[in-house]
């Protein structure tokens, strides 16, 4: 199992920046992929951003160019840099974790407000 820890949402207004952290229980070695999912209500949970295991990267076509993904393995811990923001990145926000054989864990998710 992996427990997840998201923090850093909060409320910003737009071309503001945020940065979320999700902290893992365990290495990050061990997790083939970790990977930043949002919902916005009345809508479906979406991949924003993802990061392998060997730090290969993918994002949303919404959010290239303005959100960065990043880990530190020695703090077990995955990053979403997140710039430019616009109030149609409100939303709660969500870490993900894939483990071979064992499946999809999230965290309880943290709330990305942007407005002015």
């Known amino acids: 199992q992996v427990q997840l820890v998201e923090s850093g949402g909060g409320l910003v207004q737009p071309g503001g920046s945020l940065r979320l952290s999700c902290a893992a229980s365990?290495?990050?070695?061990?997790?083939?992929?970790m990977g930043w999912y949002r919902q916005a209500p009345g809508k479906q949970r979406e991949l924003v951003a993802g990061?392998?295991?060997?730090?290969?990267?993918n994002y949303a076509d919404a959010v290239k160019g303005r959100f960065t993904i990043s880990r530190d393995n020695a703090k077990n811990t995955v990053y979403l840099q997140m710039n430019s923001l616009k109030p149609e990145d409100t939303a709660v926000y969500y870490c993900?974790?894939?483990?071979?054989?064992?499946?999809?864990?999230w965290g309880q998710g943290t709330q990305v407000t942007i407005s002015s």
């Open positions: 993900n974790a894939e483990v071979l054989g064992a499946g999809n864990y």
């Open positions: 990061i392998s295991s060997g730090s290969s990267t």
């Open positions: 365990r290495s990050l070695f061990s997790i083939y992929a």
